[in-house]
Nanobody
Framework: QVQLVESGGGLVHPGGSLTISCTAS????????MAWFRQAPGRQREVVAT????????TYVDAVKGRFAISTDNAKNTMYLQMNSLQPEDTAIYYC????????WGQGTQVTVSS
């Protein structure tokens, strides 16, 4: 069974930057469109960004366009989410998975934006 491990979260001040990572136990980034999701307290999990298995082609939810950047390093089986100009509303647990949510969820990584 594929395992996804998210890391790199933390506490950051508004306007700050953070890069989080997702490492997979096997190589499949070239097969599936991958995605970062986030879940804020009391809210449903939502997709934040996707990266296709060809191109690659990236997409972003309007709330993060121009601030976040998704990328992959296939040699390291790792996906990244670079987050700039962070705002309190970005506070959430961030998860990775395929866009179709094919695999079991990892534990996520907590990102807290607060002064």
């Amino acid at each position: 069974q594929v395992q996804l491990v998210e890391s790199g979260g933390g506490l950051v001040h508004p306007g700050g930057s953070l890069t989080i990572s997702c490492t997979a136990s096997t190589s499949f980034f070239k097969i599936y469109t991958m995605a970062w999701f986030r879940q804020a307290p009391g809210r449903q999990r939502e997709v934040v960004a996707t990266i296709s298995d060809n191109g690659p082609i990236t997409t972003y939810v309007d709330a993060v366009k121009g601030r976040f950047a998704i990328s992959t390093d296939n040699a390291k089986n790792t996906m990244y989410l670079q987050m700039n100009s962070l705002q309190p509303e970005d506070t959430a647990i961030y998860y990775c998975n395929t866009q179709s949510k094919r695999f079991n969820w990892g534990q996520g990584t907590q990102v807290t934006v607060s002064s």
